[in-house]
């Protein structure tokens, strides 16, 4: 079992930045990936960025230039560092980690991008 933990979120006027964090424990020597997605009212889930565990990082479109995924293999966190943020970046981000059986959701954080 992998239990993972966000926080870091909260309200930002546009053009502002947040970092999000997630903090796993468990079996986490099972994780092969990590990563952020996010889920805004009345849309489906979406992917934000994902890291392996080798460093290589892929982003959504959507987010590229913007937002910097990251970890800390000593603390076995991940960071979404979120710059230039804009209001449909609203949404409540979601970590995930996954196994070669199994794939991990944290609780949620919210994240809205307001005036």
């Known amino acids: 079992q992998v239990q993972l933990v966000e926080s870091g979120g909260g309200l930002v006027q546009p053009g502002g930045s947040l970092r999000l964090s997630c903090a796993a424990s468990?079996?986490?020597?099972?994780?092969?990936?990590m990563g952020w997605y996010r889920q805004a009212p009345g849309k489906q889930r979406e992917l934000v960025a994902t890291i392996t565990t080798g460093g290589s990082t892929n982003y959504a479109d959507a987010v590229k230039g913007r937002f910097t995924i990251s970890r800390d293999n000593a603390r076995n966190t991940v960071y979404l560092q979120m710059n230039s943020l804009k209001p449909e970046d609203t949404a409540v981000y979601y970590c995930?980690?996954?196994?070669?059986?199994?794939?991990?959701w944290g609780q949620g954080t919210q994240v809205t991008v307001s005036s």
């Open positions: 995930n980690a996954r196994s070669l059986s199994r794939i991990y």
């Open positions: 468990g079996s986490i020597f099972s994780i092969y990936v």
